[in-house]
């Protein structure tokens, strides 16, 4: 489905209705523009089901709170809205955008009158690189911006005032020919892509960065476990940029990247190696399981 957002075919679930995808419209004197307070899930859904659907309403949940949002929503009132949007649409493979943020009802930094609306879209995305990156990897560049301290910002939620920094950080990437963004953390170790985490593999070892600063995402969570199951020695620790481009594979994760082969990083190649062909390959096996 290509072309503006907001005009398309399709229903939406807003406030607990089913309306008309270009209904689907809010003021411009809403709190979550002005102040982002605003906080959304990344979804999948693979032949109907919503993959780890229970697990994403309550980060969802929890993104709220952590920006001191209420959200008028159970995790399976939430569960219920989703599977309700996606049949309404008659789709059984889709991305799915649950978003929720502050209405109009104040305007000015204190928001306590301000109720939380929640909206959710869903439409086919086949894939988030394209499928060339299957078989050479993307390219990343390490951005200039980089993950805050977790004391100065909600680090391990998806509201919408954190991605400001990563939309930068890709734009940049992407004026110089490469396909996403590194971000480095406030130390100046490894973290993760705009919208993925990362993994590494040397000499059979695979390491992840410990996600004290980022978001813990659950396509990481999953292959973590995954990569235990297949027998993989792996370490979550930290991984400094040294480390990370003498790796022998690179690789993303993420609930639109799923896994995806990094092939290059700023100057330094490499190749789309077999344990992320098995890791990639066991990660499609279960979205569809
Ligand atoms: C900044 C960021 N990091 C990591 C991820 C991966 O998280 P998940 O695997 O839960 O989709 C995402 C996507 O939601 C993201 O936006």
Same mark, same amino acid.
Request: aromatic residues 8%.
């Given at each position: 489905?290509?072309?503006?957002?907001?005009?398309?075919?399709?229903?939406?679930?807003?406030?607990?209705?089913?309306?008309?995808?270009?209904?689907?419209?809010?003021?411009?004197?809403?709190?979550?523009?002005?102040?982002?307070?605003?906080?959304?899930?990344?979804?999948?859904?693979?032949?109907?089901?919503?993959?780890?659907?229970?697990?994403?309403?309550?980060?969802?949940?929890?993104?709220?709170?952590?920006?001191?949002?209420?959200?008028?929503?159970?995790?399976?009132?939430?569960?219920?809205?989703? +599977?309700?949007?996606?049949? @309404?649409?008659?789709?059984? #493979? &889709?991305? /799915?955008?649950?978003?929720?943020?502050?209405?109009? !009802?104040?305007?000015?930094?204190?928001?306590?009158?301000?109720?939380?609306?929640?909206?959710?879209?869903?439409?086919?995305?086949?894939?988030?690189?394209?499928?060339?990156?299957?078989?050479?990897?993307?390219?990343?560049?390490?951005?200039?911006?980089?993950?805050?301290?977790?004391?100065?910002?909600?680090?391990?939620?998806?509201?919408?005032?954190?991605?400001?920094?990563?939309?930068?950080? +890709?734009?940049?990437?992407? @004026?110089?020919?490469?396909? #996403? &963004?590194? /971000?480095?953390?406030?130390?100046?170790?490894?973290? !993760?892509?705009?919208?993925?985490?990362?993994?590494?593999?040397?000499?059979?070892?695979?390491?992840?960065?410990?996600?004290?600063?980022?978001?813990?995402?659950?396509?990481?969570?999953?292959?973590?476990?995954?990569?235990?199951?297949?027998?993989?020695?792996?370490?979550?620790?930290?991984?400094?940029?040294?480390?990370?481009?003498?790796?022998?594979?690179?690789?993303?994760?993420?609930?639109?990247?799923?896994?995806?082969?990094?092939?290059?990083?700023? #100057?330094?190649?490499?190749?789309?190696?077999?344990?992320?062909?098995?890791?990639?390959?066991?990660?499609?096996?279960?979205?569809?399981?």
């Amino acid at each position: 489905m290509a072309g503006d957002f907001s005009d398309r075919d399709g229903l939406i679930w807003f406030d607990g209705e089913i309306v008309e995808w270009r209904d689907a419209k809010i003021h411009i004197l809403s709190h979550g523009l002005h102040y982002a307070s605003s906080v959304f899930e990344g979804e999948r859904a693979y032949n109907g089901n919503i993959f780890l659907c229970h697990e994403h309403s309550e980060r969802f949940i929890r993104s709220a709170q952590l920006i001191d949002m209420e959200m008028p929503y159970t995790a399976d009132e939430l569960d219920s809205a989703k +599977k309700e949007i996606l049949k @309404a649409n008659n789709l059984k #493979d &889709a991305y /799915m955008r649950p978003v929720a943020w502050r209405g109009s !009802e104040e305007l000015g930094i204190s928001a306590q009158k301000t109720k939380t609306h929640v909206a959710i879209a869903c439409w086919e995305w086949p894939s988030y690189f394209g499928e060339e990156a299957r078989e050479k990897g993307i390219s990343i560049k390490t951005s200039k911006w980089r993950a805050p301290m977790p004391d100065t910002a909600t680090t391990n939620s998806k509201a919408a005032g954190l991605y400001a920094t990563h939309t930068m950080s +890709k734009h940049a990437a992407e @004026a110089d020919g490469y396909t #996403d &963004a590194l /971000m480095l953390d406030y130390r100046g170790l490894v973290a !993760e892509l705009t919208g993925a985490n990362l993994f590494m593999i040397k000499d059979g070892k695979i390491k992840t960065p410990n996600p004290d600063c980022f978001l813990d995402g659950l396509t990481r969570q999953t292959v973590i476990k995954l990569a235990a199951k297949e027998g993989f020695d792996l370490d979550v620790c930290q991984i400094s940029v040294d480390e990370l481009m003498e790796a022998d594979e690179v690789f993303a994760t993420g609930t639109a990247a799923e896994v995806t082969a990094i092939g290059k990083i700023d #100057d330094t190649e490499f190749k789309v190696g077999p344990i992320t062909r098995q890791l990639r390959d066991a990660y499609e096996a279960l979205v569809r399981s």
